[in-house]
């Protein structure tokens, strides 16, 4: 029993001073390979590529310095607020200038602005038309004193350069054809529908409007029994709504042109207690309202064309342009918004994006 004793304690030591020995020799043979490797240099840094180099130059050349103004037919509404801020942010992280100038829905007001911008000679020029006409000749003109021409989500009667925003004509399209579901043949409902227009010669009502009837009058049991402009004014899409109602108490849809101004449209029919047979349909930025709406039942379904992205395709657009030089006025683009449809069960979570602190 000792001599098994002591063999073990003699095997442990033995495998104890092997161990030491064996860690002694990697850990200096770790210490010579880092003493002949030396301290890293600044030399020893990985290089980027010659063509990375070369287009981070370009981009810098053509936009560090450059200045956009921007004039939207009011500030202090979800949809211009989102693309003010998403923009400012992005163009400054490129090394450009914002400038923003708010005419608070007032017309002459927005042509003085636009009027001058031009004379301020910035590099790009990015406007929301009220309408087809007011701006559309100071666009011409700001073409020919070499400025781009960016028109945001509502286009005039000339094209400049480019046009970001929805597809007006396939967002009617996408919201007549659920509305042809609900209330066309089949449906065992009457059939009526109620329309209420922005501004009647705002291109996002009159292309919405033509994608909404084609796809309506697909459906001869589909009764358009009226069709008014609101102006994008709530108060006025509510006394639109309440009258409607009153003519037509078993009407089945009404379709808003933008989600703002739906929801007095909504609540006339949440007031008249016609929320669960009449289907409210609108179209609109995306912003937190719109899905508290969905979640509250004041919508059936809401056609987003996302504000936020449009606020980075509108930049993207802008570094394109300027990036590849061309004369003003030469290039006419369409950089379409992805359109997403929501209802109480989509509405909810990232599908509207956060309000900003």
Same mark, same amino acid.
């Given at each position: 029993?000792?001599?098994?004793?002591?063999?073990?304690?003699?095997?442990?030591?033995? %495998?104890?001073?092997?161990? =030491?020995?064996?860690? #002694?020799?990697?850990?200096?043979?770790?210490?010579?390979?880092?003493?002949?490797?030396?301290?890293?240099?600044?030399?020893?840094?990985? $290089?980027?590529?010659?063509?990375?180099? &070369?287009?981070?130059?370009?981009?810098?050349?053509?936009?560090?310095?450059?200045?956009?103004?921007?004039?939207? *037919?009011?500030?202090?509404?979800?949809?211009?607020?989102?693309?003010?801020?998403?923009?400012?942010?992005?163009? &400054?992280?490129? /090394?450009? $200038?914002?400038?923003?100038?708010?005419? /608070? @829905?007032?017309?002459?007001?927005?042509?003085?602005?636009v009027s001058a911008l031009i004379g301020e000679k910035v590099d790009v020029l990015?406007? !929301?038309?009220?309408?087809?006409?007011?701006?559309?000749r100071e666009l011409k003109r700001a073409n020919e004193a070499g400025i781009y021409?960016?028109?945001?989500?509502?286009?005039?009667? +000339?094209? #400049?350069?480019? +046009?970001?925003?929805?597809?007006?004509? =396939?967002?009617?399209?996408?919201?007549?054809?659920?509305?042809?579901?609900?209330? /066309?043949?089949? %449906?065992?409902?009457?059939?009526?529908?109620?329309?209420?227009?922005?501004?009647?010669?705002?291109?996002?009502?009159?292309? !919405?409007?033509?994608?909404?009837?084609?796809?309506?009058?697909?459906?001869?049991?589909?009764? *358009?029994?009226?069709? !008014?402009?609101?102006? @994008?004014?709530?108060? $006025?899409?509510?006394?639109?709504?309440? %009258?409607?109602?009153?003519?037509?108490?078993?009407?089945?849809?009404?379709?808003?042109?933008?989600? *703002?101004?739906?929801?007095?449209? %909504?609540?006339?029919?949440?007031?008249? /207690?016609?929320?669960?047979?009449?289907?409210?349909?609108?179209?609109?930025?995306?912003?937190?309202?719109?899905?508290?709406?969905?979640?509250?039942?004041?919508?059936?379904?809401?056609?987003?064309?996302?504000?936020?992205? !449009?606020?980075?395709d509108i930049i993207q657009t802008i570094s394109f342009l300027l990036q590849n030089?061309?004369?003003?006025?030469?290039?006419?683009?369409?950089?379409?918004?992805?359109?997403?449809?929501?209802? $109480?069960?989509?509405?909810?979570?990232?599908?509207?994006?956060?309000?900003?602190?």
């Open positions: 029993m000792r001599a098994s004793r002591a063999f073990s304690s003699a095997a442990a030591h033995a %495998s104890g001073a092997f161990r =030491r020995t064996v860690a #002694g020799s990697v850990l200096g043979g770790c210490f010579a390979l880092a003493a002949l490797a030396g301290p890293a240099t600044a030399a020893d840094a990985p $290089k980027p590529s010659k063509n990375a180099l &070369e287009l981070q130059a370009r981009s810098e050349k053509a936009l560090k310095g450059k200045t956009i103004g921007w004039v939207p *037919v009011t500030l202090g509404i979800p949809l211009a607020d989102e693309w003010t801020a998403t923009m400012k942010q992005e163009a &400054e992280k490129l /090394g450009m $200038k914002l400038v923003v100038r708010d005419p /608070g @829905w007032n017309a002459t007001a927005q042509l003085q602005a990015v406007v !929301q038309n009220p309408n087809v006409q007011l701006l559309a021409v960016v028109q945001v989500n509502m286009a005039s009667n +000339y094209d #400049g350069d480019a +046009y970001v925003g929805a597809d007006f004509i =396939r967002v009617g399209q996408l919201l007549g054809e659920d509305v042809v579901k609900a209330c /066309g043949k089949g %449906s065992g409902t009457s059939g009526k529908v109620q329309i209420i227009q922005g501004e009647l010669t705002a291109t996002a009502s009159l292309d !919405q409007l033509a994608g909404l009837m084609e796809a309506l009058n697909k459906d001869d049991s589909i009764k *358009v029994v009226s069709n !008014q402009a609101a102006n @994008w004014d709530a108060t $006025k899409a509510l006394d639109i709504t309440s %009258s409607v109602i009153q003519q037509h108490p078993d009407l089945c849809a009404s379709v808003g042109f933008w989600g *703002v101004m739906q929801r007095g449209a %909504s609540q006339a029919l949440k007031t008249a /207690g016609k929320l669960d047979q009449v289907k409210s349909y609108a179209s609109g930025e995306g912003g937190p309202a719109d899905c508290d709406m969905l979640q509250q039942g004041l919508l059936h379904k809401y056609m987003n064309y996302q504000a936020r992205l !449009q606020g980075h030089g061309d004369k003003p006025g030469t290039k006419h683009i369409a950089n379409f918004s992805q359109l997403v449809m929501l209802d $109480k069960e989509t509405g909810k979570g990232d599908a509207c994006y956060s309000a900003r602190k």
